[in-house]
């Protein structure tokens, strides 16, 4: 028997711990996944969950149903690779021969106030306090703060569903920078038609219970502030004495394994991942295949076969402009801009289809329908 834990049941975990489990099924493998919740969170769609949206439930012991994997609700608040055992916030300790680290990422709180005063994604329940907040106000403004997909996806969404409050988003660059110039002009075409007000070249420096103060003092007042500008790594794999790098994001090699402990791979958000182009930046694109592949690093060790190097490529950029609207810039797999965008109900299709597709997608791989390698799409000319 092998025990391999899995921890965090995102949208990588999962992949892993159903990958994982199908592929050393036969080799003794024992699979257990643990996560805070016992259901499986959308980040993608918790803009929705802000917004007030009420989204579809799945239990996690009904994503797993089937697969052998055992399912545990717990926070993990420590690993040590040392013991290779985990520790749980309720006392409980999990034992482990290979350990899966999906745990994503956590809102920087690094600027003042930001832990004490605004509002965040970090998990379903911040998205539902920030959405019961909302419902509280007739009227008033909501600030959000960063102009990067998920701030853009906030803000539009925001301003669709609740049209009474007055939306602003503050960003240092221009919204959507990332993107190409046509896609970028359809984004701000969309903003002003939302009336969302965009105010770009601003530097937050604190977050205060009723607003923001800006580099050079000025205060914008607001009645609920959402922070997007950034997330790191949760305390607990640094604290595990872990390689991480400035993010705190545990640090791999080109197969997953963590550069200082090879019993460990991280995956996600969660995991400092080095391509050609650079080291990766946190998408449910590039983390799903790392899901899928550390699986098939371990298991491949497990066999005493040598496992093949991690590549991928970006290949869009699909954001939401409410539910009405949205925006796909297609990428080279650096994630820089192609010439093809998609725009209107086309994009709107598109994107719902990459929402939506994870649940069925966790169901054809318990069945081993998925064909993994599709998802390294780093062979795509650049
Ligand atoms: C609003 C929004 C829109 C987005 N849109 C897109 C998009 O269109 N395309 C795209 O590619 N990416 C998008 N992203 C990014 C994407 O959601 C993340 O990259 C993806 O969720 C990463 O998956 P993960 O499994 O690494 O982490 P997560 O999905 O964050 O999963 C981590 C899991 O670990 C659990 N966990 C955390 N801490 C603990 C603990 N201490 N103990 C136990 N369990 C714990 C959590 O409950 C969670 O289940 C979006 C993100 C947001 C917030």
Not at 71 to 96: H, I, K
Not at 164 to 192: C, K, N, Q
Not at 211 to 233: I, Y
Request: net charge positive.
């Amino acid at each position: 028997m092998t025990d391999i834990l899995v921890l965090g049941a995102g949208y990588t975990g999962v992949m892993a711990a159903i990958r994982v489990a199908r592929r050393t099924r036969r080799t003794g493998g024992k699979v257990t996944l643990v996560n805070a919740s016992p259901r499986f969170t959308e980040r993608l769609r918790l803009h929705q969950t802000a917004a007030g949206q009420r989204l579809a439930d799945h239990p996690l012991d009904e994503v797993v149903a089937g697969t052998g994997i055992a399912f545990v609700q717990g926070r993990v608040s420590a690993v040590d690779p040392g013991r290779r055992e985990v520790r749980l916030d309720d006392g409980r300790t999990l034992g482990y021969d290979k350990l899966i680290y999906a745990l994503g990422t956590v809102t920087d709180v690094s600027v003042p106030g930001v832990a004490e005063h605004a509002y965040s994604y970090d998990d379903h329940a911040a998205a539902v306090r920030l959405s019961k907040h909302l419902d509280t106000l007739t009227r008033g403004t909501v600030i959000v703060a960063g102009g990067g997909l998920t701030g853009i996806e906030s803000a539009t969404e925001l301003a669709e569903t609740r049209p009474h409050l007055r939306v602003i988003l503050l960003t240092r660059g221009r919204p959507g920078s990332m993107m190409g110039r046509g896609a970028r002009a359809y984004l701000d075409a969309a903003l002003e038609r939302l009336g969302v007000e965009v105010r770009t070249g601003v530097d937050i420096t604190k977050v205060l219970p009723d607003g923001v103060e800006l580099a050079g003092g000025e205060l914008l007042h607001s009645d609920a502030t959402l922070w997007t500008t950034g997330t790191r790594g949760l305390p607990v794999a640094a604290g595990s004495g872990l390689s991480v790098d400035a993010r705190d994001r545990i640090v791999v090699d080109s197969t997953l394994r963590s550069v200082s402990h090879p019993d460990v791979y991280a995956v996600g958000d969660a995991a400092a991942v080095s391509q050609k182009f650079g080291v990766m930046h946190g998408t449910c694109q590039g983390g799903i295949p790392t899901g899928l592949h550390a699986a098939d690093s371990l298991a491949d060790t497990l066999r005493g076969k040598a496992p093949r190097p991690f590549k991928f490529g970006y290949f869009h950029q699909p954001v939401s402009l409410g539910r009405g609207d949205a925006v796909i810039q297609f990428t080279r797999p650096d994630d820089s801009p192609r010439r093809w965008y998609l725009t209107g109900r086309a994009a709107v299709f598109y994107k719902e289809t990459v929402s939506s597709s994870p649940i069925p997608m966790f169901r054809l791989l318990k069945r081993g329908l998925v064909p993994v390698r599709a998802f390294a799409l780093s062979a795509l000319p650049s």
